[in-house]
Each structure stands twice: as C-alpha cells, then as structure tokens.
C-alpha cells in the first residue's frame, strides 16, 4: 500500500560527502541513484515526497564542526541544483504544497549537533539564512547547548557507550534555552532526539510552539534510552509535537548477546501501538534515520515504505491514522512553524 509519506531523518548527505571523499562518488553514485538507503528514485517509488536531509557531523571526526556542515551544505544544494528537475528545497510550508501541486519531491535542510554553532546564536542565524530549518540540539556529545542521554567515551578510554542509564541530571545549558528562544522566533523545529532526560523536560517546560523528537521510538517497548518513556510522550503530544518512528533495529528491539536483530515490521508497529495508545494519533510520523543506521532487513530503503503501510494496516490502524503517521502529522508541526 503506497502512502504519500514525510520522513523526519535521514543521514544521505554525510553518506555522500563520505563517498566523496573516498573517491566512489559519481554522477552514477550520486543522490539520483545510489547504494545507499535513499536516493531520488527511491523516494520517488516508496511515495516519500518531502525528505528532511540532516548535515551530521561528527565531532570527533573533525576539528572545525561549523565549517564541515557548511562542506555538507554545499554538496546538499550542489545535488538540488543537479536534480531540480526532480526535487526542490523547501523553506516554507507553502513550499511543501507548491512542490507537491507541480509533481516535485520536497527537501528540508536539517543539522543534526547543535554544536556546529559553537555556541554563537549568530551562527544559528546563519544556518537558517542558508536554509537549515530544524536543529538537533545535541547528538552523542555534550555542547554548549546540553547533554545527551547517550554519552560516547572517548577512544583512549576502552569503555562502551551506556544505552540503558538516562540523564536525568544534565539538562539545556544557559546557552541551551537562549537558542530555544531564538529557534522559536526564527520559524526553525527544535529537535529533541538524542537530547538528556533532563534536557528533554527543560524543553517540554519552556517551548511555547511545538517540537519534535525526529528519530525516536517508544521506550516502553524498547528500553533503549535513544528512546521516549511514556511521560515524554504525553508532554510532546501535550505541546502539540511529533516523534518520527526510528527504523535502527538496536533503537527497536533489545538485542539478546547471542543473537543478532536483522528486522521486524510487526516490532515497528508495536512502537506504533504503543505511542498512539499513550499520546494520541496526532503525535506520530516517520524518522526513519536511513543512512545513519545499519540496514534494517524488514524496511531496507525507502522504496519499502509501503510493506511498512502494509503493517501497520495488519496491525489494526485505520487508513485515517496511517495517513496520520506517514505524513500529515509532521505537515501540521510544519505548517504551524516554518513561516
């Protein structure tokens, strides 16, 4: 069943510039068409028509973290510019719609750690002139902005990250509820995945529009802190916000040391059931987090987003709230914010 479709998160653009630099990209190896888990033409046959595409960037990778997402913002607008004929960015809801009425696919420009500002809101003002329109505020690192619930250790230290234990201690910085305040003014989505317990809740209280968490699933299901407890869940459905459902198996299902997780669709749906059941229909879309995550076997591009329709339709959601789930609760948050 072929749904028209908004997903929240996917990581291509780093993908590419990492290709790019290894030397295997190529007019056939592009964001046309590639081995990768989206391209155009991908997109085009699973019915997604607005791809959010986030600028990741790795701090440890790199020593200048806002001059690698501007080196990502070019190769973003350098492969619109190629494929305009196909996909156009969007910088406001009018976009969305425009593009749509002319047959065209949507790109919304994202960036995924706030720390690429260096803690300057006019580098924030920066990214939303070059046409970023959601911000995660932290990834797996703490910044100038707050502390996330997923801490990597550095490399020297021989420990593991801990995905069980969340922070419930270290919030937003000062820093932190100044770039709220102006992300909200500027018309830009305040992004929570990845984002502290603490941190979490100090948006949830002082946001006065909607905000998402664009790749996380239910934690109740999967105790994966990546994930929303179940009073997270109700805040962003109470603030009028939206989680996009998270296709990396880990962040889905808890692997058991003996057995690996390739994929299941009915344990997606389960995510579903379950965030419906405690926020309400209105608060879920798609984050599926291609790109940025090992290949789930049940949905392994984009192309398969109809086998997911399928499931969830096998799981007892109406036609209403699939609708609802693949695109236009995220249509909603969009059409409040992006002015």
């Known amino acids: 069943m072929k749904i028209p479709a908004v997903d929240m998160h996917c990581d291509t653009i780093s993908a590419l510039l990492a290709m790019k630099r290894r030397g295997t990209y190529s007019e056939n ?27 990741f960037v790795a ?4 020593s200048d973290p ?3 997402c501007t080196a990502l913002a070019d190769l973003y607008y350098e492969e619109l510019e190629k494929n ?18 002319e047959g065209k696919l949507s790109a919304l420009l994202t960036v995924e750690e ?11 003002r920066l990214l939303y002139r070059l046409g970023v329109r959601m911000l995660t505020l932290t990834w797996n690192f703490p910044n100038e902005l707050g502390w996330p619930n997923v801490r990597i250790p550095e490399k020297a230290s021989g420990s593991i990250p801990d995905f069980t234990t969340p922070d419930r201690e270290h919030g937003l910085t000062e820093t932190g509820f100044d770039f709220l305040e102006e992300m909200e003014r500027l018309g830009m989505i305040v992004d929570v995945s990845h984002l502290s317990d603490a941190g979490f809740w100090d948006v949830a209280r002082t946001a006065k529009k909607p905000f998402v968490a664009s790749h996380s699933n239910a934690r109740a299901v999967c105790g994966n802190v990546r994930n929303l407890d179940d009073d997270m869940i109700r805040a962003l459905a109470e603030k009028g916000g939206v989680t996009g459902l998270n296709f990396c198996t880990s962040f889905l299902e808890e692997e058991k040391e003996t057995e690996k997780v390739h994929g299941n669709l009915e344990v997606i749906a389960a995510h579903a059931r379950h965030i419906v059941s405690i926020g309400g229909e209105d608060c879920l879309g798609l984050g599926s987090d291609f790109d940025g995550i090992q290949t789930n076997d049940a949905i392994p591009d984009t192309s398969c987003l109809p086998s997911l329709a399928d499931a969830l339709e096998k799981a007892g959601f109406s036609g209403r709230q699939i609708d609802k789930i693949f695109c236009e609760n995220v249509l909603r948050v969009y059409r409040e914010i992006l002015k």
């Open 84 to 101: 305009k004929d196909r996909i156009r960015p969007v910088y406001r809801y009018e976009d969305i719609e425009k593009n749509r009425v």
């Open 114 to 124: 706030g720390a690429v500002c260096k803690g300057r809101l006019g580098n924030l």
């Open 29 to 55: 190896n592009c964001l046309l068409k590639n081995g990768l888990h989206v391209d155009l033409e991908k997109l085009e046959r699973g019915g997604c028509f607005l791809q959010n595409f986030a600028l």
């Open 66 to 68: 806002f001059r690698e």
């Open 59 to 62: 701090l440890s990778e790199c």
